[in-house]
């Protein structure tokens, strides 16, 4: 196996850590994550995942963020929005531990709330058609290198995928700092017979709405980054 395919194959499917756990974190990791999880058994091939059957409360609309990070944003968007159920997945064990420490130590409801620490697009692949309300992709991994371009989590086969299972009228938001990652996200959904740009002027994009919940990685800044830049797709 070449490392570019075993480094791939570990970015997707490995449980990455970066430091070590503390016993707080380890614990929420085995006492509150299997409560939350997504059961690799409920994954399907068929596209039959209906995310009601994931949920006791029976909301009307269901939202998805893809590479949660650290999860504040998510958790924001729990306490906003009680009556919303809510779907993340983040393989990074240090944010899916941050993000569960923030949802207990702040005692927000956990019955609107399942996660998936793996990639994401075995899970959005199981979503059965129609069920989403609104697809979060924050600060995607750039992949800088040429080469690298269509691993991408925005591409035409993973928009595909968001297409078919946004409700008509659902929305894809997307952020980034990343000059040519920009470009290559207003290019491929733009260019995407499903998607429509709801951009009216350079406000919309440039400057975040009043309500926006900012991400740790948007208030923190990354080394090299220029403007952030809110992209609101809506599916036609
Ligand atoms: C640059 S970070 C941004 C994190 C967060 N959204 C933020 O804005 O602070 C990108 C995140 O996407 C996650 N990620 C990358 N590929 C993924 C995939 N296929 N499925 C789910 N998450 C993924 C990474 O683990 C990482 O946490």
Redesign the pocket.
Known sequence: MSSETQNQEW??YGR?SGRKLNTSRKALLDEILPQLSLSTDSLTKDATLAPASLFENKSEKTVL?????????LAEMMRRSPETNFIG????IN?MTAFLKEIIDDELPLNNIRV?M????P?VKSLSDNSIDEI???????WHKTRHHQRR?INQDNLDIFARILKPKGKLIM?TDVVNLIEWMVTEASLHPAFEWTAKGADDWRVAREDWI???????G?KGADHMNYLFFEKK
């Not at 979060?136 to 750039?142: G, H």
């Not at 900012?214 to 923190?220: I, L």
């Open positions: 970015r997707f990455r963020e893809i590479g949660f990070g650290n999860g504040e944003h997945a983040e393989p990074f944010g998936h793996d990639d994401a697009i899970l979060y992709v924050l600060n995607p991994d750039p989590i952020t900012p991400t740790r990685y948007e208030t923190k990354a």
